[in-house]
């Protein structure tokens, strides 16, 4: 069946530090991909999405490719902040289908002073 | 424009007891899903209502069923209920069904079953 697979975390990094968050998926046809972000005591926030091959999706400095080869779509940010502190999922949504969510286990990320 | 609103925030039940939760969508979104979160299995998808029908359902057992309005709000039920199920509870509206519609989630609904 589809599924996401994103790296575990929790991920710790110093302000300004660069951000990788790794995610690949399994799907048949062409899914199309998102990041939500979800801070503590909230619900899910979309970050940003990306809905065939090549797209690009950008939002608040952060960045995502979906690469169709590698069934990737990492998230990445050149420096991160305190305010990034957050759980971060990655999620698909099956070509062809109604457009529920399949999503990933979650990254916690945590940014120092 | 209001986000999504879900009711209540918190709730706490005893075993066998059942639950409503409801949850209020964006001005003009049409359909709801809801999913459950837990810590060991994650965002799970539950079900998909569009227009009063239901689209899509989740692998979830009879006990958790839902509804939607003419006016778009939507319940989820859960009977007998069992210490699995408490979880945050999160609905999300869009403005129709399909693949590339963005999902727009409401804070969610904390169930604790005792």
Same mark, same amino acid.
């Given at each position: 069946?589809?599924?996401?697979?994103?790296?575990?975390?929790?991920?710790?990094?110093?302000?300004?530090?660069?951000?990788?968050?790794?995610?690949?998926?399994?799907?048949?046809?062409?899914?199309?991909?998102?990041? /939500?972000?979800?801070?503590?005591?909230? $619900?899910?926030?979309?970050?940003?999405?990306?809905?065939?091959?090549?797209?690009? $999706?950008?939002?608040? $400095?952060?960045?995502?490719?979906?690469?169709?080869?590698?069934?990737?779509?990492?998230?990445?940010?050149?420096?991160?902040?305190?305010?990034?502190?957050?759980? /971060?999922?990655?999620?698909?949504?099956?070509?062809?289908?109604?457009?529920?969510?399949?999503?990933?286990? $979650?990254?916690?990320?945590?940014?120092?002073? | 424009? @209001?986000?999504?609103?879900?009711?209540?925030?918190?709730?706490?039940?005893?075993?066998?007891?059942?639950?409503?939760?409801?949850?209020?969508?964006?001005?003009?979104?049409?359909?709801?899903?809801?999913?459950?979160?837990?810590?060991?299995?994650?965002?799970?998808?539950?079900?998909?209502?569009?227009?009063?029908?239901?689209?899509?359902?989740?692998?979830?057992?009879?006990?958790?069923?839902?509804?939607?309005?003419?006016?778009?709000?939507?319940?989820?039920?859960?009977?007998?209920?069992?210490?699995?199920?408490? @979880?945050?509870?999160?609905?999300?509206?869009?403005?129709?069904?399909?693949?590339?519609?963005?999902?727009?989630?409401?804070?969610?609904?904390?169930?604790?079953?005792?």
């Amino acid at each position: 069946g589809n599924s996401v697979t994103q790296m575990e975390g929790p991920v710790t990094l110093s302000e300004e530090a660069f951000l990788t968050i790794n995610c690949t998926y399994t799907a048949t046809g062409y899914p199309s991909l998102f990041w /939500y972000v979800q801070y503590p005591g909230e $619900g899910l926030q979309l970050l940003l999405k990306a809905t065939k091959a090549d797209d690009k $999706g950008s939002n608040k $400095g952060f960045e995502a490719t979906y690469r169709k080869e590698t069934t990737s779509f990492h998230l990445e940010k050149g420096s991160v902040q305190v305010s990034d502190s957050a759980v /971060y999922f990655c999620a698909l949504s099956e070509e062809g289908s109604q457009g529920n969510l399949i999503f990933g286990k $979650g990254t916690k990320l945590s940014v120092k002073p | 424009k @209001a986000g999504v609103t879900q009711t209540p925030r918190y709730l706490i039940k005893t075993r066998g007891q059942q639950v409503t939760l409801s949850c209020s969508p964006i001005s003009g979104h049409r359909s709801v899903s809801w999913y459950q979160q837990t810590p060991g299995q994650g965002l799970q998808f539950l079900f998909e209502y569009f227009s009063e029908t239901q689209r899509n359902k989740g692998n979830f057992p009879g006990r958790f069923s839902g509804r939607q309005f003419s006016n778009s709000r939507s319940e989820m039920n859960v009977s007998t209920l069992e210490l699995g199920d408490s @979880a945050l509870y999160l609905c999300a509206s869009s403005p129709r069904t399909g693949t590339k519609n963005i999902q727009y989630f409401g804070a969610g609904t904390r169930l604790s079953v005792l």
